[in-house]
Each structure stands twice: as C-alpha cells, then as structure tokens.
C-alpha cells in the first residue's frame, strides 16, 4: 500500500472541499454584506495558503509578505491606469517581479532563524512603505493610486460582487491546487526536510538554499497576484492599507496559524474563521466602543498562540487520529 | 466625563445601535462612516457627536420628510472597511443615506461601494480634491477641501501675515512643513502652486512622518532656510513635537502658520501658552468663533455642551453639524432620498447660498 | 561647523531615548529570547501611568516612576505568566501571542481613553542647557543620565550578583543550568518582569516629550528591535552604543540628506548588520550560535 | 580523449585524501594526513578519542573544510563542496548522532535520499521501498521516525544514504549504542552492501566491529596518520596499542 495518497483521491479530496466553500456564496449571494465578507474570505484564504508555501513548509516565518502584496498592486494599477493595459495581462510581470526580488531580497536573511528573520521581514516591510510614500511618479504617493469605475471584463472591474467572489474563489483555488502540486512534487517534500533539519538534509543531496529560493519565488509571485486583484477591487490603494502590519503583514500568518500552520488547508479554514469574524465583530461593535472588537481580535490571536499551536487542522487531525488508533 | 461615565454612555449607544436594526421603516436611517477605532477613532467619534447634534435639532423640529431621523455608524478605518462599513449598513441596517469620512483613502472607496448601492454619499470632512474631480453621480462634498486650506493659508500669508510684519507678499518668503500621509501631502501640493501664484518665495518645502521619536531635523532645516512664515500641515502629535523642539531649540521665526490643526487644548497641554502667542492656524471654523464671522457657532457650542457636557474635542465636529444640517435641508427640499433628485437639490441650494455671500 | 556639533548632540539624546526604550526589550529578548512585539506597549501603559500619577495625584513623571516601576514590575509577572510562560521554546508562537497582547493592550487604553491626546507637564526638568547654537533640554538630558546609569547597575547586576548570573546561564543553556540547581522558570520569570518594569521607567520618562496616543508604542518597538540586535544580543553596553548608532543615523541622515527618508536609511543599516554579523557589535562569543540554536 | 579520460581513471585512486591539515585557531586536529581508498574496499579508521578522527569525517562529508590538502572523488576535487553537491558527486554519510527527520515517516526520510536520482513521485518511493526491504525497514514503512529505536533509526540513516545510490559510503560511529546482536545483524547488513560493490570508509573505535568486516585500517593518533595497513597485522602492532591502551604501567 502506498504510503503516498493515490493522485486521483487528493484532488477529488481537496476539489471537493473548495466546492462546499462555494456553498456560502451560493447561500448568501443576494447579501452584498455577507458577498464582500466572503470576497475577502477567499482572497485572504488564497494569500494565506501562499503564505504557508514559505511561513509554514518552508519554516522561514515571513512577516514581510506585505511587500509583495504591495508591489502587485501597484504594478497592476500602475501598468493599468497608464497604459489601459489590462490587469489580467498586468498581474503577470508584477508576480514575475515578486518571484525575482522576492528570492533576492530573502537570500541573505536564509541563514536567520526563527525570530531573526521575521524581525528582519519586518524590516523590509518598514523600507518598504517608506519607499512607497517617497516614489511619488511610481505609486502615487500617500495619495495612492485610483482606479476609475469602468465596467468590463477586460478591465477586470464588476458591478455584480458575485463575479468578484468567483475570481477570489479561484484565486484560492489556485494557491491551494498549487500547494498540492508543490508538497507532491520532489521540491514540496525537500522543504519538509529543510523545514526538519537542514544539517540532515544536506546530507540527503538537497541543495537547502536553492530550495528555499524556489519556495519563496513561488511564495512572493502568488502573494503578488493577491495584491493585483486586490487593488482592482478595491480600485484606491495607498501605502498605508497595502503595507498595514495588523491588516496584511501579520494577518497572513496568523490565519495560516489559527487554520493550521504547514498544513495545506489549514489555512483555508483559518480565514473562514478570521475573516467572517472580524468583519462581523467590526459591523456590530464597531460602533459601540472604539476599538472593543480589536481587543477581542487580539485575545483570539493570543489564545490561539497559547493552546492551538496546530491550529484547527492540526486539532482535527490530532482527533481524527487519535480516534482512528483507538478505533484500530 | 470620567472613564466609569463615558463606559456607561458607550453601553447604551452600543446597545442602541443593536436594538436599532429592529425598529421599523418608519424613520429615516443615515449610515454615518467614519472610524470609530484605532489611531483616529477621536475624530471619527467627534463627527459621529456632530452629526447626532445636528439630527437631534431635526427631530425636535419634526425630523425630514415627516419622518424621525436616525444615524447608524459604520466603522472604517482604511478603504476595504469603507466598502463593508457600506455595505453593512445598507443591506442589513437599511439606511437610505451614507454621510462621513475623516479619511479621504476611506470616503473614496465608501462612495463608489454607496453608487452600486444606488445611494447619496454627503462626504462633511474627507479633504483630498480628488473625491470630487471623479464626478460620481452621488457624491456630495459639503465641507471644504485640501485646496481651500492651501488658499485659505496663501491668503492669511499675503493678507493678514505680510502687513502684520511690514513685507509686500513677493517679499516674503515661507517654508511649507508637511506630514507625509494623504492629507499633509494634498495640501502642500496645493500650498506650493497658489504661493508661487502669489508671488510668495518659497525657500524649502519638507515633508515628515506624523509618527516620528524625533523632528529636530525638521525644525533645523527650517530654521537654516530662515523663512518669514513657518508654514506646517499635520496631525497633533506631530505639531506638538515640533512646537516643543523649536521651542527647545531657541528657534522662534516671525510667524508660524499652522493647517488644521494647533487649536485644540490637546496642543494647549503640550505647550505652555508663552510660546503658542501669535501662532496662526487655518483651520475649520472653531466652535467658539465669534457670532460675526461664524453665524450659529455659539449654539452649536451650547447644544454640544448640554448634550456632552464637555468641551468639543476638535472643530472637525461642527463642519460635520453643518454639513448634516444641509443634507437634511437637501432631502427636504428633494422631497425624497433617492440620489439624483438629492443631488440636484443640493446643487440648487449650494447656488443659492454662493449667490447670498456675494 | 556648529550646526554639525548641534546634530550630533541631537543625534545623543535621540540615541538616548533609543537606549532608554530598548533597555527593557535588551533582557527580555536579548538575554533570555523572547520575542516581545508588546514591549511598545509596556513603554505606553508606563507613559498613561506616569499621566495617571500627574492628573490624579499631581505628581511630576520622575517622581511618578517610583509608583509606575513597580507597577509595571507586577503587570510583567501577570503577563510572563500568562502569555509568555507556556511559550518558552517556541519563537515564533511568541510573535503570535505578543502580538495579540499589543492589539488586546493598545486598544483597552483606546477603549478607555476614546484616543484623546493627553500630555504631560514636568517642573522638575523644564529647564535647557545652551551653549552656542547647541540646546539641551533637561528632559533629554535625564534621559541621557538615566540610560548611562541603567546600562552600569544593568551590568553590574548581570556581572555580579548572583541572579544576574543565573540570568546568564540560563540563556546560554537551560539544561545546564537547570542541572546548577537554578530555577529557570523564576530566573525567566524575574527577567521578565525587570525587562517590564525597565520599559515602565522608559514610559515614565519619555511622557514629557511626546503627545500620549494607545499606538505611540508602534513609534519605537522597530527601533527597539533594531538598537537590541544591531547593539549585541544581551550585550548591555552593545544596546547602549546601538541606540547612540540609531540615534546618531537618524539625527544626521534627516537633517542632511530628508526627514522623509531617515527611517528606512537606518533600517536598511539593521538589515545589513544582520545579515553580515547577526550577533551585532558586541554580540558575546556564541551568542552566534545561540542566536542559532532553537533552545529545547 | 576518452582515451585520456579512461587512462587517467585507472591510475587515478577512486578516493585520494593528500595531506589534509585542519586547524582549529592554533589547534592542529587533522596533521597532514594522507591515504588513498580504491574501489570496492571496506576501510576504517581507527584511533583513540581526540585523536581527529570526527574532525577528519567532517572534512570528507563537506562539513567542515580543510585548511589545506586536497580530496578527490574519481579525480574531481571536492574540498569545497557542500554536502549536498558531494551527495550528487556519490558521497552518501551517517550522522553519529542520528538525524533522522523525525515528523517524517521512514519512507518519507528514505525517499529524500532518493528524490536525488528520482525526481518522480512514485519513482523515488518504489525506489525507497527496495531500500528498506534490503536494510530491513519494509514493515516499518509508514511509521514516523519518531517511534523508532535507536537501531531502527541508525538503519534510517544508512537507508537515506543508501537511496543517494552513493558510490563511497561515509559511516560514523554507526554501530555505538547498538546490543552485540544488532551489531552482528548490521554487520551482515554492510557485508551484504559491499558485495554489491559499494565502497565503504567507516569510523570506529569498537575493534571488534573492525576485525570483523574491514579489509584495510588507518589509525589516527593526535591527528597524525601513525600507521596504515590490512586490519589483522595493524591491530597487533605494539604503536597502535600503546595509542589505545596507554603504555603499560611498570609494576
């Protein structure tokens, strides 16, 4: 019996699973509240699970993702409001971008562990948005970038939510389906090894720094995709919304650990319990006392660090096998 | 209002909003987004007590429409918030109105989320120019924007400034300080174009982040420029500080001019009155201004001090008051909510207003 | 000639401040690991608490630490026990946790305080120093005094006495010390809370300068970070001389290159010291390698 | 020229090291030690502690590199390669201190070993399957590495190596720890391998390990190289005891 799952049933598997997260847009469709709950439900899911390629796999706790996002954004509204060049074309040389700098930005922290590298993460982001406020003729400055409505398909600009949910959907899609591709493929299973122990997998003939590169190019190209469709559907973006550290930097990762860090749906799950949750809490108590909703956010974030280090999936899975060895 | 107070008063209100969603149609319910959390939640509150003020005269007068008025807040703090703050509040709290914004990044995306909702977005605060060179069909900008400051301080400069130290405006010369956000920058962008308009010399323009430990390289560049009229546009905590360090470092220029901010007791406690005599500010009309120039300020004042019993927080909240008050005036003049007639109502009413002041 | 002296001397007392709010964050995460983002905070609830003593009790902020210190030392044992505690082993958890205890911690003071910007009057240290172009304000210059003589006893204390020792075995390895018959878990646990109370002081001094706002502490936790690893893991007189650095860069890249630039200037100098030599200016021999070493 | 080529091969040793020094800031571990190993050999070095005998491994497995000297593989020099590049080159290794990569199943760990010649899925784990059945880790297969014994985890490593299809096999210490009946089952292990042609350098300071099964011994004292030769006459020289024992005390 293999021990690794037949190729037809993962996918069925995980195909299966993004369908029933199809079901709440179903559901709600005529709710524009709950419609735009779920856009960034999918969205957030999708950068969570790009984030996961390199924070969880990889081991290498990025903070700095926000970067990435932020130079997709620009590039496609910048590539967009220039040129009319249209932001499904305008997606491609931002992520191409993001795989370069992404790697080459990374490489010399590689060798930072844990802490040391998200502080330095953290640093890039700091460059980052004072970079973007000074670079008026590139990203419009603090004012930002704003992109006028005008429907179409080729500019990727929609009256009808829904359509925006279905591109979300199938952002996620396609980061989850590249994650299976990657942890079935001989570069998924070198960076378990590389995530275990690099001394261990030096010896196993993984060059441990090409393979980080690799994951992060990979990592930075999707989470720049993220920020494309993000800027085209917000259509204002300006540095401090695209480089917030609570709404984008930190928020990837703690999705990714509330739903299951180094799991490949985990973070699926934790943005459809984040996200939601946030919003709604936003909605209800935003109103009332300022600020009440993000300490509740920020009890969620710590009780999750303190007693559900594995997250939700992680819990599940300790579950299910814990109940299927009593089972045995 | 001590802590245990405000908690109290907090409750109610959230409680409020929550019984809000139930009442029945019989009212007309205005979504009022501002941010009510986070670095700016003192603003965002401060319009909210605006526009409660100015609703609350309504309803003693009858409401709009025959109807009681109602105001429903929706939080937003940075543009994906705006468009849920806006979506939230029309399908679920139904409101017919959407009023706000102390963020111009906030006001952009709310407005265009309120146009698929079909709705009038009355913008009281938000000041980047741009909300209106869109030419949403249901944008209404009712409070003054970042030009009118930029020519509100070039006027105080050659007008009030100049004599008061003895100079012809081509030979003064300003240096323009600016935070580095949004509001700062749209500012000073403007500030530059009508000085040199104005034949005023500018010697330097410098710009700052709000959040800086430390802007003794702002007041030193500055002072080696040695401009007649210190020119700054920025928040609070980034004006003290630089008052403080001038302060501190001996440098006092002829006149120092500062935009929307410097007059609230928040810069009062930093700064001991000795250094703040003669510290212009172009600012929104204060609450307490006098009758003359500011017609109806005085009972603004009192009304917010019985309803709030303290002192307003920042004038932001009476442009709010008024610019509730002409959306009020536009509806019952537009006979409706609906977005077009409003619009048009207001546009009546604006020309019929520039005519009076002429 | 004279502006250049009035930079530097600015550039010191900035480097001061930088000192003074990193000292605390110097133990906590340079000595004993742990990765606090909340440290921001700590120095916020110290500024609220010095207000606190100054609106209600009329107290000047430098005799309000005497009351704020200990405060912040107690508030440090709740939190160490509570958040940190169970995390011991496991940085990035702790990035986690202390995250969401900045968000917890920075919007209760929102929620109680609705934002409004309060500040804070000192008598004690109104006074400034001139000579020539150069000012030095008495609040810049206690902080100067404050963080010089905090760095010696810091030292003193880590060198000499005997939980200063502990503190230092336990963070080069916690199973030999444990076999010392030392109580890591209350060597930790102390640590903590000094490193706490050390941000108190810092709160406490600094309220003076600056406007209070619940997020003032976002303002200073990545130059914290930034003067604790440039300076030398747990190095006292490393953090010392890396917030002059930071201080000094700043001062001059703002005012001869543009104020808009200096933070990213000398957070692209952090990044380089990383990654050419993570143990920082004086970081100890093996701190490398216990930088390196996830601690079991 | 593949004349040439082939001409050089067979004069050239399979496995050269030419007097390699590694310096530790004034401390000389490894002096000046040369030797050659040949194909198909089983070959172990043998030494007191602290005679520089792990210093000398690491400086084979790209650990750690020399101060001076060469090492040639097939002729190519690989002084400076990282373990990684030498693994490609055909330089599998053991850990002393197992590593196995513990949240990963024993096929898992093996196939990491096999992906280097097997970039397929299937491929690689057919291939780890084969390795296991010969290492005797086939029923042990999708158990994770965590839940091994100590013998299971040292045949963990050899199988990672193994799954390199390395050319020379580095073993460190692989027997210590190991009961006088797993040491017998490992030995047969090796021997097996070595019948398939698989050159074999061993570290080992259990004699009798080395008596048993290596044809050729080195033994390193202070660093040096003091004597080379087949295992049995090298054993009972009177130098090589006295480095192992210590001088007989006079009554």
């Given at each position: 019996?293999?021990?690794?799952?037949?190729?037809?049933?993962?996918?069925?598997?995980?195909?299966?699973?993004?369908?029933?997260?199809?079901?709440?847009?179903?559901?709600?469709?005529?709710?524009?509240?709950?419609?735009?709950?779920?856009?960034?439900?999918?969205?957030?899911?999708?950068?969570?699970?790009?984030?996961?390629?390199?924070?969880?796999?990889?081991?290498?706790?990025?903070?700095?993702?926000?970067?990435?996002?932020?130079?997709?954004?620009?590039?496609?509204?910048?590539?967009?409001?220039?040129?009319?060049?249209?932001?499904?074309?305008?997606?491609?040389?931002?992520?191409?971008?993001?795989?370069?700098?992404?790697?080459?930005?990374?490489?010399?922290?590689?060798?930072?562990?844990?802490?040391?590298?998200?502080?330095?993460?953290?640093?890039?982001?700091?460059?980052?948005?004072?970079?973007?406020?000074?670079?008026?003729?590139?990203?419009?400055?603090?004012?930002?970038?704003?992109?006028?409505?005008?429907?179409?398909?080729?500019?990727?600009?929609?009256?009808?939510?829904?359509?925006?949910?279905?591109?979300?959907?199938?952002?996620?899609?396609?980061?989850?389906?590249?994650?299976?591709?990657?942890?079935?493929?001989?570069?998924?299973?070198?960076?378990?090894?590389?995530?275990?122990?690099?001394?261990?997998?030096?010896?196993?003939?993984?060059?441990?720094?090409?393979?980080?590169?690799?994951?992060?190019?990979?990592?930075?190209?999707?989470?720049?995709?993220?920020?494309?469709?993000?800027?085209?559907?917000?259509?204002?973006?300006?540095?401090?919304?695209?480089?917030?550290?609570?709404?984008?930097?930190?928020?990837?990762?703690?999705i990714a650990l509330i739903g299951g860090i180094g799991t490949i749906i985990g973070p699926v799950l934790g943005a459809f319990l984040i996200i939601p949750a946030e919003s709604y809490l936003r909605a209800v108590m935003g109103g009332g006392l300022p600020g009440l909703h993000l300490v509740v956010m920020g009890g969620v974030m710590l009780l999750a660090a303190l007693f559900m280090r594995r997250g939700v999936a992680g819990a599940l899975d300790a579950l299910w096998r814990r109940r299927s060895r009593s089972a045995s | 209002m001590n802590i245990a107070g405000r908690l109290i008063s907090a409750a109610i209100l959230g409680g409020g909003l929550l019984a809000g969603t139930a009442i029945a149609q019989d009212s007309v319910r205005i979504g009022a987004v501002n941010p009510y959390s986070g670095p700016l939640a003192l603003y965002g509150d401060e319009l909210a007590r605006g526009y409660q003020l100015a609703i609350n005269e309504r309803n003693a007068k009858g409401g709009v429409l025959g109807k009681?008025?109602?105001?429903?807040?929706?939080?937003?703090?940075?543009?994906?918030?705006?468009?849920?703050?806006?979506?939230?509040?029309?399908?679920?709290?139904?409101?017919?109105?959407?009023?706000?914004?102390?963020?111009?990044?906030?006001?952009?995306?709310?407005?265009?989320?309120?146009?698929?909702?079909?709705?009038?977005?009355?913008?009281?605060?938000?000041?980047?120019?741009?909300?209106?060179?869109?030419?949403?069909?249901?944008?209404?900008?009712?409070?003054?924007?970042?030009?009118?400051?930029?020519?509100?301080?070039?006027?105080?400069?050659?007008?009030m400034i100049a004599p008061a130290i003895g100079k012809k405006p081509n030979e003064i010369t300003v240096w323009l300080e600016h935070e580095d956000s949004i509001y700062g920058k749209t500012i000073a962008d403007v500030q530059k174009?009508?000085?040199?308009?104005?034949?005023?010399?500018?010697?330097?323009?410098?710009?700052?982040?709000?959040?800086?430990?430390?802007?003794?390289?702002?007041?030193?560049?500055?002072?080696?420029a040695n401009p007649d009229v210190w020119v700054q546009t920025g928040y609070v905590p980034d004006g003290n500080l630089m008052l403080r360090t001038a302060r501190e470092q001996g440098y006092k220029p002829k006149m120092i001019l500062f935009v929307g901010t410097g007059d609230t007791f928040e810069t009062l406690d930093a700064l001991d009155t000795e250094y703040l005599e003669g510290l212009f500010v172009v600012s929104y009309p204060r609450p307490d201004v006098a009758e003359k120039f500011g017609p109806g300020a005085a009972a603004y004042l009192d009304s917010y001090r019985k309803a709030y019993n303290r002192e307003p927080v920042a004038p932001q909240g009476m442009a709010a008051f008024t610019g509730m008050h002409m959306l009020l005036d536009a509806v019952a003049a537009a006979g409706t909510t609906e977005m077009t007639k409003v619009r048009a109502a207001a546009k009546q009413l604006s020309d019929r207003l520039w005519r009076e002041v002429r | 000639m004279e502006t250049l002296l009035n930079v530097l001397v600015v550039g010191i007392l900035l480097g001061g401040i930088y000192g003074l709010v990193s000292i605390g964050l110097n133990l906590i995460f340079g000595v004993i690991r742990i990765v606090n983002f909340a440290q921001g905070e700590l120095v916020m609830l110290g500024m609220y608490g010095a207000f606190l003593a100054y609106s209600m009790l009329g107290l000047d902020p430098y005799v309000s630490t005497l009351i704020v210190m200990p405060a912040m030392f107690l508030f440090g044992v709740i939190v160490q026990r509570v958040a940190i505690q169970p995390l011991q082993a496991e940085s990035s958890m702790q990035i986690f946790a202390t995250f969401g205890l900045l968000t917890v911690l920075q919007n209760v003071v929102l929620v109680f305080t609705r934002g409004e910007g309060y500040s804070v009057a000192t008598k004690v240290a109104s006074f400034s120093i001139a000579i020539g172009e150069i000012r030095i304000t008495g609040t810049h210059l206690i902080i100067l005094i404050a963080v010089t003589a905090i760095s010696v006893l810091l030292h003193l204390f880590l060198q000499r006495t005997l939980m200063g020792k502990s503190i230092r075995a336990v963070t080069q390895d916690r199973q030999a010390a444990r076999l010392m018959g030392i109580n890591v878990e209350r060597t930790f646990m102390v640590t903590f809370d000094i490193g706490s109370a050390l941000a108190g002081l810092a709160g406490a001094l600094i309220a003076p300068i600056y406007t209070l706002s619940p997020g003032i502490g976002d303002n200073f936790i990545l130059a914290a970070f930034a003067v604790v690893v440039l300076g030398g893991l747990g190095s006292v007189a490393g953090a010392w001389a890396g917030g002059m650095i930071v201080g000094i860069v700043e001062a001059f890249a703002g005012y001869y290159i543009d104020p808009e630039l200096k933070q990213a200037i000398w957070f692209l100098i952090f990044l380089l010291v990383l990654v050419i030599r993570p143990t920082g200016l004086s970081g100890q021999v093996g701190a490398e390698e216990v930088g390196f070493r996830e601690q079991s | 020229m593949a004349a040439a080529l082939e001409k050089r091969l067979m004069t050239e040793p399979f496995f050269s090291v030419r007097n390699v020094v590694k310096r530790f800031a004034g401390l000389v571990a490894v002096d000046n030690v040369s030797f050659d190993v040949s194909r198909g050999e089983i070959v172990s070095i043998i030494g007191p502690n602290g005679a520089g005998k792990t210093t000398l491994f690491n400086l084979l497995t790209g650990q750690l590199a020399p101060n001076s000297g060469e090492v040639r593989l097939n002729g190519a020099l690989i002084n400076n390669l990282p373990p990684d590049q030498r693994a490609k080159l055909g330089l599998g290794r053991t850990f002393q201190i197992a590593k196995p990569l513990i949240a990963l199943t024993v096929i898992e760990n093996t196939m990491m070993g096999a992906f280097l010649r097997y970039p397929g899925l299937r491929a690689s784990e057919k291939r780890a399957l084969a390795i296991l059945e010969q290492v005797g880790l086939a029923d042990r297969a999708n158990v994770r590495a965590s839940e091994l014994t100590l013998s299971e985890r040292r045949r963990l490593e050899v199988s990672r190596a193994l799954a390199l299809e390395p050319q020379l096999l580095l073993l460190d210490k692989v027997m210590a720890g190991l009961n006088p009946s797993e040491v017998t089952e490992s030995i047969a292990l090796f021997r097996r391998l070595h019948d398939t042609g698989l050159t074999i350098l061993l570290i080992e300071h259990n004699l009798k390990v080395v008596r048993a099964f290596s044809e050729r011994v080195i033994v390193l004292d202070h660093g040096a190289k003091i004597a080379e030769g087949d295992a049995t006459t090298i054993l009972s020289t009177p130098a090589v005891v006295t480095a192992y024992v210590g001088t007989r005390k006079r009554a």
């Open positions: 019996m293999s021990a690794i799952p037949s190729t037809t049933r993962t996918w069925c598997l995980y195909a299966g699973g993004l369908l029933v997260t199809l079901l709440p847009l179903a559901v709600l469709s005529g709710d524009l509240f709950w419609v735009n709950i779920l856009i960034y439900t999918y969205l957030f899911a999708g950068l969570a699970v790009a984030w996961n390629i390199i924070g969880g796999f990889g081991g290498q706790f990025s903070l700095g993702h926000g970067v990435f996002f932020a130079v997709g954004a620009y590039m496609t509204a910048r590539l967009y409001l220039g040129w009319e060049i249209s932001p499904w074309l305008g997606m491609i040389p931002g992520a191409l971008l993001c795989a370069t700098i992404g790697p080459l930005v990374f490489w010399p922290t590689f060798r930072l562990k844990g802490s040391f590298f998200a502080i330095a993460t953290l640093a890039f982001n700091e460059v980052g948005l004072v970079m973007a406020n000074y670079l008026h003729t590139v990203t419009g400055g603090p004012r930002g970038l704003q992109i006028p409505f005008k429907a179409g398909l080729g500019n990727m600009i929609f009256a009808d939510q829904c359509i925006w949910a279905l591109i979300m959907f199938g952002f996620m899609a396609l980061c989850v389906a590249i994650t299976i591709v990657l942890m079935r493929s001989r570069l998924g299973y070198y960076l378990l090894a590389v995530r275990e122990d690099e001394e261990a997998a030096h010896a196993a003939g993984i060059d441990v720094t090409r393979v980080k590169l690799r994951d992060t190019a990979l990592s930075a190209a999707l989470a720049s995709i993220g920020g494309s469709l993000f800027a085209m559907y917000i259509r204002t973006i300006d540095p401090p919304t695209l480089f917030s550290l609570a709404d984008i930097g930190v928020k990837f990762a703690l | 009681r008025i109602e105001m429903i807040r929706g939080d937003a703090g940075n543009p994906q918030q705006g468009i849920a703050a806006v979506d939230q509040l029309v399908t679920r709290d139904k409101v017919e109105i959407l009023i706000g914004t102390y963020i111009s990044a906030v006001s952009n995306a709310a407005s265009d989320a309120a146009l698929r909702h079909q709705k009038v977005y009355w913008d009281t605060n938000a000041l980047a120019a741009e909300l209106t060179e869109r030419k949403l069909p249901n944008f209404v900008r009712s409070g003054p924007h970042g030009a009118n400051f930029a020519e509100m301080s070039v006027r105080a400069t050659v007008e174009v009508e000085f040199e308009k104005a034949g005023v010399k500018i010697t330097g323009i410098g710009a700052h982040n709000f959040r800086a430990a430390d802007l003794t390289d702002v007041v030193l560049r500055a002072r080696r | - | -």
